[in-house]
């Protein structure tokens, strides 16, 4: 099997979809038959309950991994979703940052990880923390892309180039071949003017890189994590599950666009 396709999904803006499009891109992928791995790299663990799993200390998750890169077999779970795995994680992985600053290698220690099961799937998708700290940039160091989720507002662009410059970064340290697979605009209002200007503003920067697709406001979107579903199940018929959906096609497309041109 051929190495997966490894995308990290990360703002360090909080509260702007980022969890929800990384939860809801896998549900859309391992619906076609894709076998994907989703690693939940945020101690507010909201990816893992996303798909029905509640924090227990008890079991193996990224924290365990992220010291000792063995464990990374152990730290793999079935979710409700077939073929849809996941690693979670734990409010300990808070204290990662400190602790980590400190090791040696504590920039690979994801990627390193990953070498060990990456051929079981066709896609791993890790959700990163609302911060642009030792653990993102081990997530970026493990991708062969970010996706950034991003709000229609002024701070949202503020904050994007601080991004941008993280994964530039990253692409001169420790890997070369990063680059930004896509921004996706969500919670999308068109009836706010700001939404319109802002979208200009992106789209003028990054081009072809924004996503067609935009991630509109919407109810059944908010309600699906307190069910602990993606809201591709919660809801298959409501608008943001519509909208996923044809993200994940538009993401797929840009992939086969890909590999015709490799």
Do not use: W
């Not at 924090?55 to 010291?67: E, G, P, S």
């Amino acid at each position: 099997m051929k190495n997966p396709k490894i995308i990290a999904i990360a703002n360090q803006k909080g509260g702007v979809g980022k969890t929800t499009t990384a939860v809801n891109i896998a549900t859309a992928l391992v619906s076609i038959n894709k076998k994907v791995l989703l690693i939940d790299l945020d101690p507010q663990g909201n990816a893992s309950t996303g798909v029905g799993f509640e924090q227990n200390t008890n079991r193996v998750d990224i924290y365990d991994v992220l010291h000792d890169s063995e464990k990374i077999n152990k730290a793999i779970y079935k979710t409700s979703i077939p073929k849809l795995k996941l690693i979670p994680s734990t409010l300990e992985l808070s204290g990662a940052e400190v602790e980590l600053a400190r090791e040696e290698q504590r920039e690979i220690r994801l990627k390193n990880a990953l070498e060990n099961i990456k051929k079981k799937f066709d896609y791993i998708l890790i959700d990163c923390p609302p911060a642009l700290g030792i653990l993102t940039i081990n997530a970026f160091t493990a991708s062969n892309s970010v996706i950034v989720p991003m709000q229609c507002e002024f701070y949202s662009l503020e904050g994007l180039s601080h991004l941008v410059h993280t994964i530039n970064r990253v692409k001169k340290t420790n890997n070369p071949d990063l680059s930004i697979q896509g921004l996706v605009l969500t919670m999308v209002d068109k009836r706010n003017s700001l939404t319109e200007q802002v979208t200009s503003d992106i789209k003028g920067f990054f081009g072809k890189k924004v996503y067609k697709t935009v991630i509109p406001r919407n109810v059944r979107i908010s309600e699906a994590p307190s069910f602990g579903k993606p809201v591709l199940i919660y809801d298959i018929n409501c608008k943001g599950s519509k909208a996923y959906l044809h993200l994940a096609k538009e993401f797929l497309r840009q992939e086969k666009k890909k590999a015709v041109n490799e």
